[in-house]
């Protein structure tokens, strides 16, 4: 298959759209905080990741597989922190009370 100047936007547009996803799975890995992260919404977008590495696959598309190929490994790793971690918040992420508990007693009487 020879190589099309059109191959040029569906790099860009793999790299970039691949790209995207660093910041987040940086994050859920480093912080391990994934109380905002959907297990719906990310099952089947992984689903439809592999799809897509598969149907790249079977046309010989290298952007389409380039592309879902590490998208689907970011993805994956979001989503098994997902369900390793169930969507909890890290207790040292919880939000603390303010003001003094003794003070908020009197004013009750």
Request: aromatic fraction near 10%; charged fraction near 15%; charge should be positive.
């Amino acid at each position: 298959m020879a190589f099309h100047p059109s191959d040029l936007i569906g790099y860009g547009a793999a790299f970039l759209t691949t790209v995207s996803f660093v910041p987040q799975a940086w994050l859920t890995l480093r912080t391990r905080d994934v109380s905002g992260i959907s297990l719906g919404m990310y099952s089947l977008f992984t689903v439809g990741i592999a799809l897509w590495l598969i149907y790249g696959a079977l046309l010989r598309s290298w952007p389409i597989v380039a592309a879902n190929a590490v998208t689907l490994a970011l993805a994956a790793t979001i989503l098994l922190l997902r369900l390793r971690y169930g969507g909890r918040r890290l207790e040292s992420d919880a939000p603390q009370p303010r003001g003094d508990s003794h003070a908020d007693s009197d004013r009750r009487g």
